[in-house]
Nanobody
Framework: QVQLVESGGGLVQAGGSLRLSCAAS????????TGWFRQAPGKEREFVSA????????HYADSVKGRFTISRDNAKNTVYLQMNSLKPEDTAVYYCGACIHCVVISTHSYEYNYWGQGTQVTVSS
């Protein structure tokens, strides 16, 4: 079993920054891939970013490219999402997911095995 807990969400003005954390517990594999997804009310869950266990493979959605940075600290079993230049359209519940079988980065939520509870990010104009 893998447990994921997100933190770091909150209310921020447009142009501001937030740093989200996804802390994992339980047994994981070296092929563990962690992704960030977001979901606004009434909308589908959307891929944001993902990172491999080694940190050597990074993927970003076009909508956040250049603004968000994903990283991980395996010693702390934590993945981070640094979000800069936030826009109102970034408002959503942000979830981290773990794909314990993935050998490559996946952008599809259905491939992820475990999910955190989510953390709310609200960006005001």
């Amino acid at each position: 079993q893998v447990q994921l807990v997100e933190s770091g969400g909150g209310l921020v003005q447009a142009g501001g920054s937030l740093r989200l954390s996804c802390a994992a517990s339980g047994r994981t594999f070296s092929t563990y891939v962690t992704g960030w997804f977001r979901q606004a009310p009434g909308k589908e869950r959307e891929f944001v970013s993902a990172i491999s266990w080694s940190g050597g493979s990074l993927h970003y959605a076009d909508s956040v490219k250049g603004r968000f940075t994903i990283s991980r600290d395996n010693a702390k079993n934590t993945v981070y999402l640094q979000m800069n230049s936030l826009k109102p359209e970034d408002t959503a519940v942000y979830y981290c997911g773990a794909c314990i079988h993935c050998v490559v980065i996946s952008t599809h939520s259905y491939e992820y095995n475990y999910w955190g509870q989510g953390t709310q990010v609200t960006v005001s104009s």
